[in-house]
């Protein structure tokens, strides 16, 4: 996945230009690819929202405990995936979740600057 974010044109040209790119993960569950996502280097900030309670937790202690590497690029919310602000946001990504990603398809369409990774 994050092979195929980095040969996108758009992200391609920010990476070039050494500008921020803002990775947000919609129904992040345990933070797993929040956390990869944080590993590659390639965003300024990775973001997780949840609407799972337990779920929040689960990846707020692991964000936690893994602090010293990704304290300040990582985030974790707990949030309504519908009402997710994405406006300052380049890589979107959504597991599984079919009306979630195809409303946000939608919008991504009005808004050229998403890149939409589902999986």
């Known amino acids: 996945m994050f092979e195929q974010i980095r040969q996108h044109p758009r992200i391609m040209q ?14 992040s569950g345990d933070g797993r690819v929040v956390f990869r996502a944080a590993r590659e280097s390639i965003f300024s900030k990775c973001i997780g929202v949840e609407i799972n309670p337990l ?15 990704y304290w300040t690029t990582t985030n974790v919310i707990l949030q309504d995936l519908w009402s997710v602000d994405l406006r300052n ?20 369409e009005r808004n050229e600057k998403w890149f939409i990774c589902c999986f």
Do not use: C, M, Y
């Open 14 to 27: 920010k990476l070039r230009r050494q500008e921020n790119i803002r990775f947000v993960d919609l129904g």
């Open 55 to 69: 779920l929040h937790v689960w990846s707020s202690i692991r964000r936690f405990v893994q602090s010293h590497r």
């Open 89 to 108: 946001t380049d890589v979107v990504a959504v597991n599984g979740l079919h009306p979630i990603r195809q409303l946000r398809e939608e919008d991504a």
